[in-house]
């Protein structure tokens, strides 16, 4: 390819192999992102909320000491059975 007469632009600096796979290594990088993000943020948000709020059976186990407390033995006894119940699950 000859050069370029002086005050003239080069028109193509690559050559076609190296822009087709510019493109495709642009184009599965811009699919992935638009397919995997939203989940992965998903999971860490799911993560933060974990760290940040705990397990649901700790929350079980809370609600069903506070339950026992408040109404009584026979409540508390079907509250602690719950409680069992969902740990197993």
Do not use: C
């Amino acid at each position: 390819m000859p050069l370029p007469a002086r005050g003239q632009a080069r028109t193509n600096t690559l050559n076609q192999p190296t822009d087709s796979v510019l493109f495709l290594l642009f184009s599965l990088t811009f699919i992935a992102t638009v397919l995997y993000l939203p989940h992965h943020l998903q999971f860490i948000i799911s993560r933060a909320w974990f760290y940040m709020h705990g397990d649901a059976f700790e929350s079980a186990a809370a609600a069903g000491g506070a339950a026992s407390s408040a109404l009584g033995t026979g409540a508390a006894a079907a509250a602690k059975a719950t409680v069992d119940v969902v740990r197993e699950l």
